[in-house]
């Protein structure tokens, strides 16, 4: 651990593109020592992340939808958003063209009380 004075922070004298850059460094035959030294990367940062235990992860929890599956709703709602807010609005049910162009697999015009039926 870094020695820090009390009710100060700890910041990182190095970015993630130096650890890169000193990984591949090291996976050309520098040494460790060297390398960290090269790029200013805590020996120790080094060799955690060349150990078994390091694994990146990412924050939050993982998507649902692809980036695919993301473009096309996206796409879906900017195309009938003034059409939907209208009716939604008015207590009318959907036309059936909206209806129609809503994906199967997105599970809408299934629901109990039938909002989203013909009507």
């Not at 649902?64 to 009716?87: C, G, H, R």
């Amino acid at each position: 651990m870094p020695n820090v004075s009390k009710g100060s922070k700890y910041k990182k004298k190095y970015t993630e593109k130096d650890v890169a850059s000193t990984l591949n460094t090291i996976k050309n035959g520098v040494s460790k020592e060297q390398a960290a030294k090269l790029y200013g990367v805590p020996r120790a940062t080094i060799q955690f992340r060349l150990s078994n235990k390091f694994t990146k992860a990412s924050p939050g929890p993982s998507p649902i939808l692809t980036a695919s599956d993301e473009d096309t709703l996206v796409k879906w709602i900017m195309a009938n958003f003034t059409v939907m807010f209208t009716f939604s609005a008015s207590g009318k049910r959907l036309p059936p063209a909206i209806l129609n162009s809503v994906p199967e697999e997105w599970g809408m015009g299934l629901s109990e009380n039938g909002w989203m039926d013909e009507g």
